[in-house]
């Protein structure tokens, strides 16, 4: 069982001028950031960049996935009616040209909240016109009312993770999350607006096989998912699943041909990619970028280009 990462999975601590002001920032308007609450190991970098990814709907998880750090428990019914305007108002003093917007599961809410994401969505868009905005979604119990109301908040980019392989999802999803489900979630959206992009993620280094990768790729773009990036699953805990592997950059770079090859618009694979990591750069250089004839857009980061 591995138990020292790897010098290819070696990240700086946060710290830092433009860290600790966006950290102020946040703090003064009561929001909170994936980037800490899951313990992401690019905070450093992301937020000395000037980039963040927020998390609406409190810090408590109705579920329990046994890979996310974020803390699971029972909200009971409370939101924070003024979080929309104030995750504007902090992306407009943020100068960013695209953000991404994530939320804990809500299932105590009747929508699963839905509508709270979507409001956020729409006042972010009107206090920052032409801002590009990802929203990572729960799978709001699969509730297609729920998902259309989203969709239709006008975002750029709607996110879901499968999160890993079929016969993995028991041990690392909560029993609430089916892999299935999580496909008929993006199958739903594609076909309520066929024009949106759709991204998920896949997480390695749990003790899935390659095929087994190969197959949730197969799956996803059934699915007609648009975008797709491949990371390390790194342990937040001692109380949550134990690493089986950390899988070389060579393989990320073999994910990545393969995702290529299934017919991604592109793929992100590298050790220290998550959903939201650098989404922005991702997106502008793959999506908007028009390619040249005959190729795709891929991004590979330089974590996964270091030598073994």
């Known amino acids: 069982m591995p138990e020292t990462r790897p010098e290819w999975l070696t990240v700086l601590p946060p710290g830092g001028a433009k860290h600790d002001s966006l950290k102020e920032l946040f703090r003064s308007l009561g929001l909170h950031t994936v980037c800490e609450e899951a313990h992401c190991p690019n905070v450093e970098e992301c937020w000395g960049g000037g980039t963040a990814t927020l998390m609406l709907m409190g810090d408590v998880c109705s579920r329990a996935c046994r890979f996310c750090m974020v803390t699971p428990g029972k909200p009971n019914g409370a939101l924070d009616e003024l979080e929309p305007e104030n995750v504007a108002l902090a992306l407009s003093k943020m100068g960013l040209t695209y953000v991404v917007l994530t939320s804990v599961d809500r299932d105590d809410l009747p929508d699963g909240g839905a509508g709270h994401v979507a409001r956020t969505v729409r006042l972010v868009k009107e206090m920052n016109p032409g801002m590009l905005v990802e929203v990572l979604i729960p799978d709001f119990q699969n509730d297609v009312d729920a998902l259309r109301t989203v969709a239709s908040a006008g975002p750029d980019v709607v996110a879901h993770n499968v999160e890993t392989t079929l016969s993995l999802t028991p041990e690392v999803r909560d029993p609430r999350a089916g892999y299935w489900q999580s496909l008929s979630v993006l199958r739903t959206l594609k076909k309520l607006d066929r024009s949106l992009h759709t991204k998920s993620s896949i997480m390695v280094g749990l003790g899935e096989s390659e095929e087994e990768v190969r197959q949730t790729m197969v799956h996803l773009r059934g699915a007609g998912v648009d975008f ?29 041909e393969m995702g290529e090859s299934l017919g991604f618009s592109y793929v992100a694979s590298g050790p220290l990619v998550r959903s939201s990591y650098r989404a922005g750069e991702f997106f502008i250089r793959s999506a908007l970028t028009i390619p040249a004839p005959g190729r795709k857009q891929s991004y590979m980061t330089p974590e996964a280009q270091k030598p073994e």
């Open 228 to 256: 797709l990036t491949v990371g390390q699953y790194l342990r937040p805990s001692n109380r949550h699943l134990k690493v089986v592997e950390f899988v070389k950059p060579s393989q990320f770079e073999r994910y990545r």
